[in-house]
C-alpha cells in the first residue's frame, strides 16, 4: 500500500496561515507525524492562501523537501496552476519523484497535463470524470477511468506511474457513491495487465460526519478488497494505518507474523516504539 | 499497442551473507563462502540473477554416530571418531562448508561440557580451513552455556551458529553479535514464526543482514511438500520486498533424508526396492534438488555421491 498524506494542505487553515507567512517550523511539525506515521508520499496542496499561487506552491515543496527525500503529489484542482507548478518544481527538485495530483479525464485537461508528466518524469492522478462531473455510477467511472489510462499509455508512460482515482463522496452528501467507488476500482483493475495504481481521496467520504475517523478507516478496508492499493489519508491517524496493515495482511499482500504491524513498521525504517 | 512484458518485476532480493573469514578478514578460513544475493525465482535466468549458487555443506558430528547406516559408515567410518579428521573428509571430498553438530554435549548422550564442545570446535577449525555451521544439542539449557563458549573460541572466524528460536533467542543472538559470526533462526515449518523470530533477533539489535532461516526440513515421502511451500512463499515474500524474510535459507537435508526407511532398510521388502548404495544417495540427492527450486540457498548433505548429484543439477539449471 502507498501512502499519501494529506494533511499538508491548504483547506487546513493552519496550512493556509502558515504559507504567506512562510511558517516552516508549523510546516515541518505536521510533517513529522505524517511521516512518523507512514507516509510514502507528501501531498501538498496550497489551498486558497494568500499571495502568488506558483511562488506558494514553490516554497511549500521546498519546505516538505527540505525534511525528507520522499516523492510529492503536487495537489491542485487548477490544471493551469500545474502546468506552470511542475516544471519549476522539477527545476528545484530534479531528483525527486513527483506525482501530478490530478488531472480528469477531459480531453482539454488530458491534452495540458499529460505531456506535462511525460515532459517532468512525473507519475499522474487521472479522475475518472470529465467535463459532466463526477458520475452517479460505475459505467461511467470505468469508461473515464479507461480513457484515461488508454491516453496516458499512449502519450509513452508506464502503468506503474498512473493513478486513477474513482472519486470519493461524502457519505452524509452522496449515497450509493461509496459502492460506485468501489465497483469502479473493481472494474477497472481488470482493463490492463499490468494494472495501474487506484487511489482515493480517503478523507472526503467523512467530511463534516461525527464519526469520522470510524468512516476513514472502515471504507479504506473495504475499498482494499476491491484492488486499492495507494490512498490519501492522514497518515498520522494509527489506528487507520493499523485497520490498512490488518486488511493488507488478511488479503495475503503482507507475510503475517504475531507482531506483524510491528514487522510493517520496522520495513518502512519507523520507530516501533520499543 | 506492445505486448506486456511477461516477467515479473521483483521489488526486493535475498540477501547476501558471507560465512567465514579469510586472513585479509580477520580469521583464518581459506576462503569465504556467499550465499543468497537473488532477485528473481530460484534458476530462472530470465527472471533476475542469482549470483551465488547454493553451497553444500557435510555434517561432521563430535562422536561416533550410533545410527548411520552402511553407505555412510563406509565413506565417514574410519575417521568419525575423531571430528578434526572427520572434517578433513569433507574437505577432501569437496563441501564447501562444514557442518559441526555438538551432540555430545545433549544431557541425555554425554553431556559433555562447555569447555569440551570449545575443545572440539578449536581442533576443527585448526584441521580445515572451510567455513564452520556450527549447532549446539538442541536442548535450550545446554546451548545457552555452550554456544557462547563456542562462539568465543571461534571469534573472528565469521561461523554460522544455530540456531534461536521464537522462545529462546537471546543468548545465542548476543553472543553470536559479540564474537560476530551469522546466526541461524529456526520456526519449525511455520513461516509466520520465522518472520516473528527474526523480528525478535532483530529488537535485540542483531542485524537483520546476518541471519539465515533455517524452516526446517522434511524429505521426499515424509512432509517435504509442507517445507517446498513454505520455502516458495517466504522466497516470494522476499522477492517482493519482505525485508523480514530476504533471509537466505538453510536446509538440513542430509539429516532427514537419511531417517527415511527407503535410504537405510535392508531386508525384506526392502531388498526390492535397489541396492542399499544407491537408495540412500539417491532420497539424499531427489530431496535436496526438489527443495532448490522452491528457494534454498545452502544445503547440509551427507553422501558424497548426493553431493555430487546435487551439484550436477545446479550446475545444469543455472546453465554454467
Not at chain 1, 145 to 171: R, V
Not at chain 2, 223 to 232: A, F, N, R, T
Not at chain 2, 254 to 273: L, M, V
Amino acid at each position: 500500500m502507498i501512502v499519501f498524506s494529506e494533511r499538508i494542505n491548504g483547506m487546513y487553515r493552519d496550512v493556509r496561515a502558515a504559507i504567506p507567512e512562510r511558517n516552516k517550523q508549523l510546516i515541518h511539525q505536521l510533517l513529522e507525524k505524517q511521516l512518523a506515521g507512514g507516509a510514502d508520499v507528501v501531498d501538498i496542496n496550497i489551498g486558497p492562501s494568500k499571495g502568488d499561487p506558483v511562488e506558494n506552491f514553490i516554497w511549500l515543496a521546498q519546505t516538505v523537501h527540505e525534511m525528507t527525500d520522499k516523492p510529492l503529489s503536487l495537489d491542485s484542482a487548477k490544471a493551469d496552476l500545474l502546468v506552470q507548478v511542475v516544471p519549476r518544481v522539477r527545476q528545484a527538485l530534479p531528483d525527486t519523484k513527483l506525482v501530478i495530483n490530478s488531472c480528469t479525464a477531459a480531453r482539454a485537461y488530458m491534452d495540458k497535463l499529460i505531456p506535462i508528466a511525460v515532459e517532468n518524469h512525473t507519475g499522474i492522478i487521472g479522475l475518472t470524470m470529465d467535463q459532466d462531473g463526477v458520475p452517479g455510477n460505475v459505467e461511467k467511472r470505468v469508461e473515464c477511468g479507461a480513457t484515461f489510462l488508454m491516453t496516458a499509455l499512449e502519450a509513452g508512460m508506464s502503468t506503474d506511474d498512473i493513478y486513477l482515482d474513482p472519486i470519493t463522496l461524502p457519505i452524509n452528501a452522496a449515497f450509493k457513491q461509496q459502492e460506485n467507488v468501489i465497483e469502479g476500482i473493481r472494474q477497472l483493475a481488470l482493463i490492463n495487465d499490468p494494472a495501474p495504481h487506484f487511489i482515493i481521496g480517503l478523507s472526503n467520504v467523512s467530511t463534516k460526519c461525527l464519526l469520522n475517523k470510524l468512516l476513514n478507516r472502515t471504507f479504506l478496508v473495504m475499498c482494499l478488497t476491491a484492488g486499492l492499493d495507494t490512498a490519501i489519508v492522514d497518515s498520522a491517524d494509527q489506528e487507520l494505518i493499523d485497520a490498512m496493515v490488518t486488511a493488507e495482511v488478511l488479503l495475503g499482500k503482507q507475510l503475517y507474523s504475531d507482531e506483524y504491524v510491528k514487522a510493517w513498521r520496522m520495513q518502512k525504517g519507523l520507530p516501533t516504539g520499543c | 499497442m506492445t505486448i506486456p512484458e511477461a516477467k515479473e518485476k521483483w521489488t526486493g532480493r535475498v540477501n547476501p551473507v558471507t560465512l567465514g573469514a579469510t586472513k585479509a578478514e580477520g580469521g583464518t578460513r581459506g576462503r569465504a563462502v556467499t550465499i543468497g544475493g537473488a532477485d528473481g525465482i530460484p534458476f530462472l535466468g530470465f527472471d533476475g540473477q542469482t549470483p551465488h549458487p547454493p553451497a553444500i555443506a557435510l555434517d561432521v558430528l563430535d562422536k561416533p554416530p550410533a545410527e548411520w547406516p552402511r553407505p555412510l559408515a563406509e565413506v565417514y567410518g574410519d575417521v568419525w571418531s575423531d571430528p578434526a579428521a572427520w572434517a578433513r573428509r569433507a574437505k577432501e571430498l569437496g563441501a564447501d562448508l562444514v557442518n559441526l553438530r555438538l551432540v555430545s554435549t545433549h544431557p541425555d548422550e554425554d553431556d559433555r561440557p562447555p569447555e569440551a564442545a570449545a575443545e572440539t570446535v578449536r581442533a576443527v577449525l585448526a584441521a580445515v580451513d572451510l567455513p564452520l555451521i556450527i549447532w549446539g544439542c538442541d536442548v535450550a539449557e545446554k546451548d545457552q552455556k555452550v554456544m557462547p563458549k563456542v562462539a568465543e573460541v571461534a571469534q573472528g572466524e565469521n561461523c554460522l551458529l544455530g540456531a534461536a528460536t521464537e522462545t529462546e533467542y537471546r543468548t545465542l543472538a548476543a553472543a553470536a553479535q559479540a564474537y560476530r559470526h551469522k546466526l541461524i533462526t529456526l520456526a519449525p515449518c511455520d513461516i509466520n514464526k520465522s518472520k516473528q523470530v527474526n523480528i525478535l533477533v532483530s529488537d535485540t539489535g542483531f542485524p537483520l543482514t546476518d541471519i539465515v532461516i533455517y524452516p526446517t526440513t522434511a524429505a521426499l515421502g515424509y512432509g517435504m511438500e509442507y517445507i517446498y511451500s513454505i520455502l516458495e512463499r517466504g522466497r516470494l515474500a522476499a522477492l517482493s520486498g519482505d525485508r523480514l524474510m530476504a533471509q537466505p535459507v538453510i536446509l538440513d537435508v542430509g539429516y532427514e533424508a537419511w531417517r527415511a526407511k527407503e535410504a537405510r532398510a535392508t531386508g525384506g521388502d526392502a531388498d526390492a526396492w535397489g541396492p542399499i548404495a544407491q537408495r540412500g544417495p539417491a532420497w539424499e540427492a531427489v530431496t535436496a534438488t526438489t527443495l532448490l527450486q522452491g528457494g534454498a540457498d545452502l544445503l547440509v548433505l551427507r553422501h558424497p555421491v548426493a553431493m555430487a548429484a546435487v551439484r550436477n543439477v545446479i550446475r545444469q539449471l543455472s546453465g554454467a
